[in-house]
């Protein structure tokens, strides 16, 4: 199987789903001529054109809106927002209309499109392109929210966003843009709606996401030197959010930790852990332990941010205690 | 407070005056003002929830610019858009039946009277935060662009909606990209209680289309013929060459901002002085002036309108309420292409 970049494997599965279906066009800041400014559109405004992949001016309320419109209108766009902070500026596009106008219009119209966008500190950017905040979309019923954190997940859930009839938050990494790992050619689906158990164990849940999936796996592998086996479930499907494979894991494990870069509060850990509490109480032996970026908008200076955003010795530190083992 | 009516850009006087023309044209707007005055008798009988806001006053900019239209042509509106539904082709019954609330609405109940829809009428919606739609439309416009065909959007908002920013993005790719949208500005000097001028730098809406080197255009709103005439070339520019434009229609609306509106930031003088000037009775002496219809034509004419309108209530207050199992309906859209 080829192996292949996130940014590579997001790449492919949108010139597949171009090919596949002429209704899907790109629109964003710089996605055509420029390439991309994480390249992840590469090649193919040269491949498809203008008509297909359309340059917008910085101007993300009219990129949203003009998606809504177009997909209310038979097509299935890909809006490109450049970081998700940015798209703060559209939050009325994304909230108060993609998500609400199929139910507030008694389902007469469906709003078929993606929202493609990255998150994640850690590369100096400060308190205005470092945030993450899939917790904010996937508050909101009428949104699907999904943050693989694979190159396979990315491409087969890539698929199956542009295919689906809903408005899919696609939330990507700045920091796993380059990440590795086989990809399967062709015709590869991910479901949207499915979480995935991405390292088996007995001891310890760890439930992350996007980048902080990385991390988990990184301290899975010098926890398990320690002798604590640690099971990883990707929460890759945010909204809906598919419980199953952490329900299943708790049972086994009866330990949990929530790693997620974003703020803690009200966030994606705090809703896992409510499921949690509400559905599988009895079977977990300590509280579940909650890891996210320290709640202060990220600092610039590179020491001060390293320890703002959470990191592999957060979560072996958290592991061991949990267990009992300082 | 005081404006300057007289269209700033001439336009010819190009003959609008074939009778069926001219009673279609008649029958639309009176239909808006009796639908209208049936809901606020409804809406204070608690009959309809929530806001309202009613179109009295404004009906020339509505059907002069609506009737210029294709029944493929697509309409975004606003919250004010009873009117705009009615005359894009949705039965009273449907929109009277969403006011109350019924399954048998345009929006089955959910909407309300601030979010009609029909993809039947290529009328894509009511939205109630302003200026909101402008965006979309332009997405709807690109879509025509995308695929070839020859339709045009007609994108409605008032007069507060172009201090937002999503006014001047959606102008400017409108332009950028060619897109066939006639942006249509009805002015109602007052973005809720606030007037025009002490919103707007410009006063003048029209001129807001220089910044886009767009065709901008101002008419007397309460003149369904001079409006319609205007729209007639807007929409041909849009059809034919993708130009996109802004027209504003200066109007006025009689009753308050919406239904809890009382109205005290305004003159008894001032509201009087617009109704002196009303489009349905200025159309009507205009049709017995060139002697195509008589007084008794126009009594009938109300009586049937009055019908219809009584038929609506009748059937929105038949009609069954949502069944509470379908609460979680349409959040989702099911299946994948």
Same mark, same amino acid.
């Given at each position: 199987m080829p192996v292949l970049t996130i940014r590579d494997a997001l790449n492919q599965a949108l010139r597949e789903e171009m090919q596949r279906d002429e209704n899907v066009f790109l629109l964003g800041e710089d996605i055509g001529l420029y390439d991309g400014s994480f390249k992840v559109t590469r090649g193919l405004w040269k491949e498809f054109g203008d008509r297909r992949v359309l340059d917008t001016p910085i101007a993300e309320e009219v990129i949203i809106g003009t998606a809504i419109g177009a997909a209310m209108a038979g097509l299935r766009p890909v809006a490109e927002?450049? #970081? /998700? &902070?940015?798209?703060m500026v559209a939050m009325d596009q994304v909230v108060n209309a993609a998500a609400h106008l199929r139910y507030m219009f008694g389902g007469g119209t469906a709003v078929p499109m993606v929202i493609r966008t990255p998150g994640g500190g850690g590369h100096q950017l400060g308190a205005q392109h470092s945030h993450s905040h899939e917790n904010w979309f996937a508050h909101v019923p009428g949104l699907k929210v999904v943050a693989p954190g694979t190159p396979a997940d990315a491409k087969g859930m890539l698929k199956s966003a542009i295919r689906d009839n809903n408005p899919v938050m696609f939330i990507e990494n700045e920091g796993t843009y380059a990440v590795k790992g086989e990809v399967p050619e062709g015709e590869h689906l991910v479901p949207l709606d499915q979480n995935d158990i991405k390292r088996q164990g007995n001891d310890v849940t760890i439930c992350a996401h996007s980048r902080m999936l990385v991390v988990a796996q990184e301290a899975a592998t010098e926890l398990e030197k320690e002798g604590i086996s640690a099971e990883i479930v990707d929460m890759r499907a945010l909204r809906p959010l598919d419980m199953t494979p952490v329900i299943e894991s708790v049972k086994k494990t009866s330990r949990v930790i929530t790693v997620e870069e974003?703020?803690?509060?009200?966030g994606v850990g705090s809703e896992i852990a409510s499921r949690i509490y509400e559905e599988a109480f009895d079977y977990l032996d300590a509280p579940v332990a909650r890891i996210g970026a *320290?709640? /202060?908008? *990220?600092?610039?200076n590179k020491k001060l941010e390293k320890i703002a955003f959470p990191g592999k010795a957060d979560v072996i530190v958290t592991a061991r205690a949990l267990l009992g083992k300082n | 407070m005081k404006v300057e009516q007289r269209p700033t850009s001439s336009t010819p006087e190009e003959a609008l005056d074939d009778k069926s023309t001219l009673l279609a044209l008649y029958r639309e707007m009176l239909l808006i003002r009796r639908f209208e005055e049936k809901t606020a008798e409804m809406y204070q009988r608690a009959q309809i929830g929530g806001f309202c806001h009613l179109n009295i006053g404004e009906e020339a900019s509505i059907v002069g610019t609506i009737s *210029?239209?294709?029944?493929q042509d697509y309409v975004y509106s606003t919250y004010r858009e009873h009117g705009h539904a009615l005359a894009k082709g949705i039965t009273a019954n449907a929109v009277m039946a969403e006011l109350f609330g019924k399954e048998t609405g345009t929006s089955r109940g959910r909407g309300g009277s601030m979010h009609l829809f029909s993809q039947e009428h290529r009328f894509y919606g009511g939205y109630a935060i302003v200026g909101q739609a402008l965006p979309i439309a332009c997405g709807t416009g690109y879509a025509i662009t995308y695929k070839g065909t020859d339709e045009v959007v007609m994108s409605i908002f008032g007069d507060? *909606? #172009?201090?937002?920013g999503g006014f001047h993005e959606a102008l400017n790719v409108a332009k950028l990209w060619h897109l066939p949208i006639v942006f249509v500005c009805v &002015?109602?000097?007052?973005?809720m209680g606030t007037a025009v001028n002490r919103a707007s730098a410009v006063t003048e809406i029209w001129k807001k289309a220089c910044a886009y080197d767009m065709t901008g255009e101002r008419v007397d709103g309460m003149d369904v013929l001079a409006v319609r005439r205007i729209t007639d070339q807007l929409v041909e520019q849009a059809r034919e060459r993708h130009e996109p434009s802004l027209l504003e229609c200066v109007t006025y609306r009689y009753r308050g901002h919406s239904m809890s509106d009382p109205d005290t930031y305004r003159g008894k003088d001032e509201i009087k002085e617009w109704q002196g000037r009303d489009p349905i009775l200025s159309l009507a002496d205009h049709m017995k002036g060139q002697k195509l219809i008589t007084d008794q034509d126009i009594q009938r004419i109300d009586e049937e309108i009055t019908r219809q309108v009584e038929a609506s209530v009748e059937f929105a207050e038949q009609s069954p309420e949502p069944d509470p199992r379908e609460l979680y309906r349409d959040v989702y859209a099911e299946g994948a292409a």
């Open positions: 927002i450049m #970081t /998700v &902070n940015f798209i974003g703020w803690r509060s009200f *320290a709640e /202060v908008p *990220a600092p610039y | *210029a239209l294709r029944k507060g *909606a #172009t201090n937002i &002015n109602n000097l007052y973005g």
